[in-house]
C-alpha cells in the first residue's frame, strides 16, 4: 500500500506545481486552495508512505514523479518545448524510479 501512497504523493505534487501556475496566472482564492490543498494532500501521502518505506527512496520516487510529471504538463499543456533531449532525460528520471522500484 505504501507504493500506491507514495504514486498518488506524486501525482498530488504534479497538483502543486500546477496550483503554482494558477498562482502565477491569476492570484485568486481558487488558485491558493488548488495550490495549498494539493501540497497538504502530497506531503500527506508522502509521509504514509514513508512509514514503510526508506526515506531516501520515497524522497526520490516522489520527486521524480514530481519532476516528470511538471515537466509533462509543461509540454502539454502550457506549450513548452518538446525536443527530444527534454524526452530523452525524463526517460531516464523514469528509468531510475523504476530502478528503486525493483531493488526495493
Known amino acids: 500500500m505504501a507504493w500506491v501512497y507514495l504514486i498518488f504523493a506524486g501525482l498530488f505534487e504534479v497538483g502543486g506545481v500546477i496550483g503554482m501556475n494558477k498562482v502565477a496566472q491569476k492570484k485568486s482564492l481558487g488558485s491558493y486552495s488548488f495550490l495549498i490543498g494539493s501540497f497538504i494532500i502530497s506531503f500527506s501521502l ?5 512509514k514503510e518505506l526508506p526515506m ?3 524522497y526520490a520516487v516522489w520527486t521524480g514523479i514530481g519532476t516528470v510529471g511538471g515537466t509533462l ?3 502539454f499543456l502550457y506549450n513548452e518545448s518538446k525536443d527530444w533531449k527534454r524526452i530523452l532525460f525524463i526517460s531516464f528520471i ?5 530502478g528503486l522500484k525493483i531493488t526495493q
Do not use: E, K, Q
Open 94 to 98: 523514469i528509468i531510475a524510479v523504476v
Open 56 to 58: 531516501g527512496v520515497a
Open 46 to 50: 508522502l509521509s504514509m508512505a514513508m
Open 73 to 75: 504538463v509543461g509540454m
